[in-house]
């Protein structure tokens, strides 16, 4: 069965830093790219960023509104994808999905961490 | 980046209803259109990829059509467990977009 499961959430001043987990299980991780999707209270989904996998040399993408402070990695050993997020804003403040990419979308959705930026 | 547009933004219906959502891209897309089912609290669930492939263990009573710029997705015989916020995404560019997502609410 595959499973995500995400981990890290908070709260954290304005201007800080907080790195999310994502461990996945069930599937064989290294076969997959990884994104992060968040969605803000109330509203719609945004792409957050893509992490690819050894096959295509861990390249990174990220959305514009998080690109120089939104840092994805990945270590195949522990199969898992982070989220490192620096100089948090309060319009960050959302629940963050990882979800695992097949055929270029979504399959499999891990249940999400609430991050909220407050001081 | 390429905009996606869903339309209605809310839907009102009744079980055993056919219901239509629409989603139009601002630039074509060939067929690399996804669609989403969220229900409150809950994560979203992967339902239809290319426009029109079903997702393992998804029932036929969901359906997606088009290729471009418009698509649809049809449920028919709406149960209650559908009644829900569906979303459809374009994977056309390297750059992800969602639409704003139609809530399907019991009428």
């Known amino acids: 069965e595959v499973q995500l499961v995400e981990s890290g959430g908070g709260l954290v001043q304005p201007g800080g830093s907080l790195r999310l987990s994502c461990a996945a299980s069930?599937?064989?991780?290294?076969?997959?790219?990884m994104d992060w999707v968040r969605q803000a209270p109330g509203k719609g989904l945004e792409w957050v960023g893509r992490i690819r996998n050894e096959a295509s040399h861990y390249t990174t993408q990220y959305a514009a509104s998080v690109k120089g402070r939104f840092t994805i990695s990945r270590d195949e050993s522990k199969n898992s994808v982070y989220l490192q997020m620096k100089s948090l804003k309060t319009e960050d403040t959302a629940v963050y999905y990882c979800a695992r990419v097949t055929r270029y979308t979504y399959d499999y959705w891990g249940q999400g961490t609430l991050v909220t930026v407050s001081s | 980046d390429i905009q996606m547009t869903q339309s209605p933004s809310s839907l009102s219906a009744s079980v055993g209803d056919r219901v239509t959502i629409t989603c139009r891209a601002s630039?074509?897309?060939?067929?690399?259109l996804a669609w989403f089912q969220q229900k409150p609290g809950k994560a979203p669930k992967s339902l239809i990829y290319a426009a029109s492939s079903l997702q393992s263990g998804v029932p036929s009573k969901f359906s997606g059509s088009g290729s471009g710029t418009d698509f649809t997705l049809t449920i028919s015989s709406l149960q209650p467990e559908d009644f829900a916020t569906y979303f459809c995404?374009?994977?056309?560019?390297?750059?992800?977009?969602f639409g704003q997502g139609t809530k399907l609410e019991i009428k």
């Open positions: 995404q374009q994977y056309n560019s390297d750059t992800v977009t």
């Open positions: 069930g599937f064989t991780f290294s076969d997959h790219y």
């Open positions: 630039q074509g897309i060939s067929n690399y």
